[in-house]
């Protein structure tokens, strides 16, 4: 069965800390794609990062960074040097082939204080 | 620009009087998607729209319809909101019905059920 966990339910850090959100998921499908979503207080979900199956690439921008595990079937997201805008929801989200939905894990809070 | 509009972004009603609640995009995607998302949890699928094949999920209550007049516009309509209700509904939108497309969302409209 599809699943995804966020086993952090809340983490707190100061400004410029380096922070790491994990991920965990469970397929049985060979192609899936992942994907993190933010959700700052606004409400509104903001694409990330999309990853497939096939591409275990890591993947830096700017301050976030990717780490994509098969092995380990994990998908973590590190914000270097967070900031207070930083604060938010993170999602991480699965889809599995032949669907167009996605598997959402439960989130982690994340708050930065300066 | 936003692409996905929800209207109102707040939402009062009373216990048993319908509502709707209302999504537009300037996209010209395919999918329209409804979810709920109730306090500190993942945001969860209602239904969607692939053009104007409606899709159900099964545990979502017959409370809650939608329509989809033409591309650009979803309604989430509840016919007789219940305090169970009171949740941030979230309109999102994909260029298409597969597991690589990436979802956009909209700001969301927070319920409030008195």
């Known amino acids: 069965a599809q699943k995804v966990t966020q086993a952090q339910t809340e983490i707190s850090v100061v400004e410029k800390e380096d922070v790491t959100l994990d991920c965990v998921y469970e397929?049985?499908?060979?192609?899936?794609?992942l994907f993190w979503y933010k959700q700052p207080p606004s409400g509104e979900l903001v694409f990330l990062i999309r990853?497939?199956?096939?591409?275990?690439q890591n993947e830096i921008s700017g301050r976030y960074s990717w780490n994509f595990q098969k092995s380990t079937s994990s998908f973590n997201f590190t914000i270097t040097a967070s900031q207070v805008v930083d604060s938010a929801v993170y999602f991480c989200?699965?889809?599995?082939?032949?669907?167009?939905?996605?598997?959402f894990g439960t989130g982690t809070r994340l708050q930065v204080f300066p | 620009d936003a692409m996905v509009i929800q209207n109102p972004r707040y939402q009062v009603t009373q216990f048993g009087k319908p509502v709707t609640l209302s999504c537009s995009q300037t996209?010209?995607?395919?999918?329209m998607y409804w979810y709920q998302q109730k306090s500190s949890q993942a945001p969860k699928l209602l239904f969607h729209?692939?053009?104007?094949?409606?899709?159900n999920e099964a545990d979502t209550p017959d409370n809650f319809q939608s329509r989809r007049p033409n591309t650009s516009f979803c309604f989430l309509d509840i016919r007789s909101p219940g305090l169970g209700d009171a949740a941030m509904y979230l309109c999102?939108?994909?260029?298409?019905?597969?597991?690589?497309?990436?979802?956009?969302f909209g700001a969301g409209t927070r319920l409030s059920v008195l």
């Open positions: 989200a699965l889809s599995e082939e032949n669907t167009d939905k996605l598997i």
């Open positions: 999102a939108t994909a260029p298409g019905g597969l597991a690589k497309n990436i979802q956009y």
């Open positions: 990853r497939n199956s096939f591409d275990e």
């Open positions: 996209l010209n995607h395919n999918v």
């Open positions: 397929t049985r499908d060979t192609t899936y794609y």
């Open positions: 729209y692939y053009d104007k094949d409606f899709n």
